[in-house]
């Protein structure tokens, strides 16, 4: 089994179920010490216990809402004080919203998007970076979506919060170029995701959002732990400030 990232540290947010979940798992796979957070303990605990099935003492998991400064901070200097240091980060923690008319749009609703999807991110990479910088550099990746490239009629606050982070990152990369930090987003369509399940409900609309995919289906979390990996390894080592589009052909079309 390949051992991408024996002796590196990776902080993986929003990661006791789909895209996160299985993201943590791959990078213990292959040899990473892996912190992780989520606001639901009774998950992240289980999920502490899996990766430290696969690598003793490689999972801490660290309950936090990444709309809250204090435990971004606190995520990066726990990971630090049991790890030592950090070399990469997945800023994937996102809640979808209320799909619904641009008419009937809730400011309660968009304040929760764009805190936690948006201001998150920021927050997460205002607190990661300088743990990364004394560990000599590293790689960022934002999970965004394929509506950070394109619109959807009623998910307009999240589209346009997918979008945002997509700025944002193309805006960090430049700063940080120079400083040995890579900063990209993967950018996935439909996956099979308790999200997903809380968005498309029904079996016609499931089968509608599947054609809504050139490829015909929506995709397995596995598929996106794969490219996030990748823009985390040194594989990647010349790719930054970039969106890898992970969508199915959605962006195609």
């Not at 902080?11 to 299985?22: C, F, M, W, Y």
């Amino acid at each position: 089994m390949a051992q991408r990232f024996s002796g590196k540290v990776v902080l993986v947010t929003g990661a006791t179920s789909g895209i996160g979940r299985e993201t943590v798992l791959s990078l213990a796979r292959e040899g990473a010490k892996v912190a992780f957070t989520g606001r639901r303990e009774e998950l992240g605990k289980k999920l502490e216990k899996e990766v430290n099935t696969i690598s003793p003492g490689a999972g801490l998991f660290i309950r936090a809402d990444h709309a809250v400064e204090a435990d971004n901070k606190r995520a990066v200097e726990e990971t630090v004080k049991r790890f030592g240091r950090l070399d990469g980060a997945v800023n994937n923690a996102a809640v979808e919203g209320v799909a619904g008319s641009i008419t009937e749009t809730s400011v309660d609703v968009y304040r929760q998007v764009f805190d936690v999807n948006v201001l998150g991110v920021l927050l997460g990479m205002k607190h990661q970076v300088p743990a990364m910088l004394k560990s000599g550099g590293g790689s960022i990746v934002n999970t965004t979506s394929g509506l950070g490239h394109v619109g959807m009629a009623a998910m307009h606050v999240y589209a346009g919060s997918k979008h945002a982070v997509e700025g944002i990152t193309k805006s960090a990369a430049l700063e940080l170029a120079q400083k040995g930090i890579r900063v990209n987003t993967v950018a996935p369509g439909g996956v099979a995701t308790e999200m997903n399940a809380r968005v498309i409900v029904g079996d016609e609309a499931k089968r509608a959002f599947d054609a809504f995919h050139p490829v015909g289906r929506i995709a397995r979390a596995p598929e996106i732990a794969a490219p996030i990996l990748f823009l985390l390894s040194d594989e990647s080592s010349f790719v930054t400030g970039t969106s890898l589009l992970v969508d199915g052909g959605i962006t195609a079309q």
